[in-house]
């Protein structure tokens, strides 16, 4: 694989101590330092992009990491936005977690007086495990921050396919991060909960969006809102429902038979992909 410490990878089987603090100024891309275990693998856990959220301002930080084990999404390169000062954890209750999931419906609302969710959360990442573990390294082991280029985040994308926002919304970050990512990439998945946020009169911004990423629809009505936009969505079916004429169902889905992984579907690219008809799934 050649030097452990050329950008972006990180050698198991090298020991490195860690002095460097995390640079807080807006960055763009970097790579982590050597760890040691008792093997040799090579793995991608690359800060890609750290500044204000384009949600709220708020410092956030994205995060690549390959060898995913995620049987659903298959070999495909993670991205994690996350708060850079708030562990996930703790911003699912103190509300922190608009910086990345803007008015996502399934974030909940915890009431620290009660010590419960009075609305009830439904979103199906467990922040306690893959987002903190992400976290806590990035907290713990600091990133080089030198190569402020977007050349070299597409370098990390080349050849591979990527999920735009394994935990977050992707509108939470510039788009000159996702178009460097992408540029060379396989192909991409990428949802948005913020697709009707966007101002009406900004034509351009919308349209690099609707190429991007898919809007997600819970419901019928947000769907058909949605396409009469001009997006592609990702619609949640009730358990028993069939997809509309315009929407096809999920490939990896047990509904479809799991007939691929999203690493080799290409179907939730949004306008970029070669599929006209929108994508459906059956909630579990």
């Known amino acids: 694989m050649g030097n452990s410490r050329a950008f972006g990878l990180i050698n198991t089987s090298e020991n490195e101590s860690h002095t460097n ?69 703790h911003a699912i209750k103190t509300g922190d977690d608009a910086s990345i999931c803007g008015n996502c419906p399934h974030r909940g609302e915890w009431d620290e007086a009660l010590q419960k969710w009075t609305s009830k959360r439904t979103c199906y990442v467990r922040v306690f495990q893959a987002p903190l573990s992400v976290w806590k390294r990035y907290q713990r082991n600091g990133y080089d921050m030198s190569h402020d280029k977007l050349s070299r985040i597409a370098e990390l994308g080349a050849g591979r396919m990527v999920r735009l926002g394994s935990y977050g919304d992707p509108m939470a970050v510039p788009l000159e991060v996702w178009h460097a990512l992408t540029s060379r990439a396989e192909g991409w998945t990428g949802y948005t909960h913020q697709w009707d946020t966007i101002p009406e009169e900004d034509k351009v911004t919308r349209l690099a969006w609707q190429k991007l990423v898919m809007a997600s629809a819970d419901s019928h009505i947000d769907a058909m809102a949605a396409k009469l936009a001009g997006w592609r969505y990702f619609r949640v079916m009730p358990k028993d429902a069939a997809p509309a004429e315009y929407e096809v169902r999920c490939p990896a889905s047990k509904e479809a038979g799991v007939k691929s992984a999203c690493a080799t579907c290409k179907l939730c690219m949004g306008t970029t992909s070669k599929a006209r008809k929108s994508i459906a799934i059956n909630i579990h």
């Open 21 to 89: 603090a995390h640079s807080r100024r807006v960055c763009i891309a970097g790579h982590s330092r050597p760890t040691s275990t008792n093997q040799t693998r090579y793995y991608l856990m690359t800060v890609i992009y750290e500044g204000p959220s384009m949600l709220d301002g708020s410092p956030i930080v994205v995060i690549v990491t390959s060898n995913s084990k995620n049987s659903k999404t298959g070999d495909m390169l993670q991205t994690w936005i996350l708060r850079q000062d708030v562990a996930p954890h």
